[in-house]
């Protein structure tokens, strides 16, 4: 078989890539990615090699699979390794799943079309459908958002589960791609709560285009020990606050830093049976509503919030930073 060099591949992936919507009825799920990966694994037998992943699938990366690589798994037997240790996972995505994403550019146009009338004049992102080493079933940076099928199929047992995954994916990655960028260089003196808001902003916008809560198992769970909850957060705050004044980055922090910070993030399907995973979501989704409910311009506020505010504003001005405030709503 002749193989175009991997320059020209990557340049020809690259320059087809298409343009973030500037309406959404046209917005489409590029999946050109994913088919890639789909056919060098039928091809395969289900078992690529660390080669041809390299030069089959990652090489000729679009802007979405090359910041799943150099966010999520970085090398090709990094991604080989995964593939190897749970092959079921990847034939399933490409079966199941994968047909039915290429399906949904009606329900991303919808989206897409609440988020224009919350957010007018944004140009709205790329999204991409790539297959990764089952780290993270959604990313985004500007531009561009990148759904992580073979992650996001495995937590989705039926046809409608997956839809009602990708819809929040549509909406909450979104978002991710219009504020400014979070890393662990800039999550800055109150590193917990920064987080925090990171995602509970993005689940508050979420949660009014699609009209619904997206966890509703722990919204309900959550709801139920918000006084606990609260406590128990702001307590973690400061643990990380300490750690982050000493100069502590995510590698170097202390074992109490590291748990303090895992009880809200980094933890899914991984928390002991008296806790649920991911509650900074949560949290911050709290902190985040109370902020737009008392803004006399709830749009305003919404949109401040999106573009970037200081966390410690956001949450005094919550009404939240007060524990027994907290509990009492």
Known sequence: ????????????????????????????????????????????????????????????????????????????????????????????????????????????????????????????????????????????????????????CVGSRTDGELREALRYFFAHETIHSFQPPLDASTLGADPLLSLALHEGIADMVATIILGRVPDTERHAWASARREVLMTRFHRDRQILKDSASRGETLATMSLEARDALRRWHFNHGNVPEDWHSDLGYWIGRQIASAYVDQAADRREAIYNLVRGMEPIQVLEASGLSDVRSAGAM
Do not use: H, N, W
């Open 1 to 152: 078989m002749i193989r175009m060099s991997v320059l020209t591949t990557a340049v020809l992936a690259l320059a087809a890539q298409p343009l973030a919507a500037r309406d959404p009825l046209e917005a489409v799920v590029d999946t050109r990615d994913a088919d890639r990966f789909a056919a060098l694994f039928i091809a395969s037998d289900g078992q690529p090699t660390e080669e041809e992943l390299e030069e089959e699938y990652l090489s000729a990366a679009g802007d979405g699979l090359a910041l799943m690589r150099a966010t999520r798994f970085v090398t090709a037997a990094a991604l080989s390794a995964a593939i190897a240790q749970k092959p079921a996972i990847y034939s399933d995505a490409i079966e199941r799943c994968l047909p039915l994403i290429k399906g949904a550019d009606r329900d991303l146009q919808a989206i897409y079309l609440a988020l224009s009338g919350l957010f007018p004049g944004r140009s709205l992102p790329r999204v991409e459908v790539v297959i990764g080493a089952g780290t993270v079933a959604g990313i985004a940076s500007q531009g561009v958002q990148v759904i992580g099928l073979e992650t996001l």
